[in-house]
């Protein structure tokens, strides 16, 4: 089970941590990751961290100002976003796979937490 936390409305250029618990569960043999979907769109990667290397992958959009990573003691992922543009604005969802399964098959999910950038 995934819960994510720590969305909230921000101005432009503003921060935001979000934030993701495993319940306990170790992240080293699963490929976690944060998708968005805005009003009216698809769903779409942001970033994902294989647990066994360390390996990370950013969607251009957000590359070098979104940044994500593990506390494996703490069972949680993280995702930093600094800079925040309007285009920004989604619902934020956490995800994992097993490293052993395809790239687009994610079976657990959250349920999402909001993230508004405003003027």
């Known amino acids: 089970q995934l819960l994510e936390s720590g969305g909230g409305l921000v101005q432009i250029g503003g921060s935001l941590r979000l934030s993701c618990e495993a319940s306990g569960r170790t992240f080293r043999q699963l490929v976690m990751a944060w998708f968005r979907q805005a009003p009216g769109k698809q769903r779409e990667f942001v970033a994902n961290?294989?647990?066994?290397?360390?390996?990370?992958n950013y969607a251009p959009s957000v590359k070098g100002r979104f940044i994500i990573t593990v506390d494996n003691a703490e069972s949680t992922m993280y995702l930093q976003m600094n800079n925040l543009k309007p285009e920004d604005t989604a619902v934020y969802y956490c995800?994992?796979?097993?490293?052993?399964?395809?790239?687009?098959?994610?079976?657990?999910w959250g349920q999402g937490t909001q993230v508004t950038v405003s003027a």
């Open positions: 961290l294989y647990g066994s290397s360390g390996a990370r």
């Open positions: 995800a994992a796979r097993r490293l052993s399964t395809p790239a687009d098959s994610y079976a657990y």
